[in-house]
Nanobody, 118 residues
Framework: QLQASGGGLVQAGGSLRLSCATS??????MGWFRQAPGKEREFIAA????????MYQDSVKGRFTISRDNAKNMVYLQMISLKPEDTAVYYC???????????????WGQGTLVTVSS
């Protein structure tokens, strides 16, 4: 089970940190996705089980950082320099493969809404 939190309203240029709590004992790959109104869910970032590898969507590189604390069963998405186009519902997900393809993520949490005002 996955539980995402940390969303909210922030002005452009601001920061937010999203958290995802997982009860899984297996060190799955963890990913963050987002879905804006009227758009498909898109990949944002992923991190390997041991946290030695990460991958990002090009549009968030340098602004978003994914991390995890396996001792606490938590995954985080630190977001800085937020833009209005980052507005979306953000989801955390778990799967066996470090990939941007959402089909490979078979466990999903509920979303948390991030709204960036201009």
């Amino acid at each position: 089970q996955l539980q995402a939190s940390g969303g909210g309203l922030v002005q452009a240029g601001g920061s937010l940190r999203l958290s995802c709590a997982t009860s899984a004992r297996t060190l799955y790959v963890m990913g963050w996705f987002r879905q804006a109104p009227g758009k498909e869910r898109e990949f944002i970032a992923a991190i390997s089980g041991s946290a030695d590898r990460t991958m990002y969507q090009d549009s968030v590189k340098g602004r978003f950082t994914i991390s995890r604390d396996n001792a606490k069963n938590m995954v985080y998405l630190q977001m800085i320099s937020l833009k209005p186009e980052d507005t979306a519902v953000y989801y955390c997900a778990a799967g066996p493969l470090l990939t941007a393809r959402k089909a490979y993520y078979n466990h999903w949490g509920q979303g948390t809404l991030v709204t960036v005002s201009s």
